[in-house]
């Protein structure tokens, strides 16, 4: 039958007292007679072996703890390395459609570790891998253009970056012209509606209820004009005119 570490260290100490308890009785007899018998030789050489074995087992405890924080640190150093790569996929994809380069392009790390909060500790392998975003700084940069927002309106996505309102309108409106950028999102997390219609100016803010309106409808169930130089969304099909099987 396989012991499991922690009951194999318990019965090691165990076997230690009781042989720690008998080499007592054997002194004191020893003391006794003026002699060291045989059997307290092989009492000690027995006690000295089974301490050995118990710092072996508690060594061993000790690596796979350090093993297993290892493995831990690992998983989550991952995630924060794919969470990065999602800040810079989407931050590379709104610079390329918006044609606007930041000013620190010429050293990409800047504008990474300008625009990353540090992250907070985390007590347990859950609680890294579901860090709440961090607090509002306003020192922090736009994640976009990469000016400073304090002074300037500004909306804070759910993964914690910041956004002034003109680099919010310019995705709103790339959202509002392309349906694969629908809805605006950031590290793949999409910017919650209200929050981004609140900042957005009144001409952005009805084109993007626009294609609110248009995207939010299934692509089978559109219906548009017929005339190719209009080809405006007019709404849902009201009628099923799919043919039948």
Known sequence: M??????????????????????RQIQRKGSLWGSCTDEQHALNAHTSELRKTLSLVIDARIAQRMRDAIQVDAEILQRFEEREAMERSDRDLALRASGRVPRAADNPEIPRRAARAPPPVATS??????????????????????????????????????????????????ASSDEALYPPRCCRVPIPMEDLLA????????????????????????VYCSRRVCSRFLGKASVDVRPQP
């Open 2 to 23: 396989d012991i499991d570490e922690s009951s194999r260290e318990l019965i090691l100490r165990l076997q230690i007292e009781d042989a720690e308890d008998r080499e």
């Open 199 to 222: 900042h957005l100016p009144r001409k952005t803010r009805v084109n993007f209820e626009k294609a609110m309106g248009e995207f939010s409808v299934s692509p089978k169930d559109r």
């Open 125 to 174: 392998k859950e609680d890294a891998l579901t860090k709440a975003p961090p607090k509002r700084n306003e020192s922090t940069p736009c994640i976009i253009c990469m000016e400073r927002i304090a002074g300037k309106p500004n909306l804070q996505a759910p993964c914690g970056h910041l956004y002034d309102e003109k680099c919010l309108a310019e995705l709103a409106e790339m």
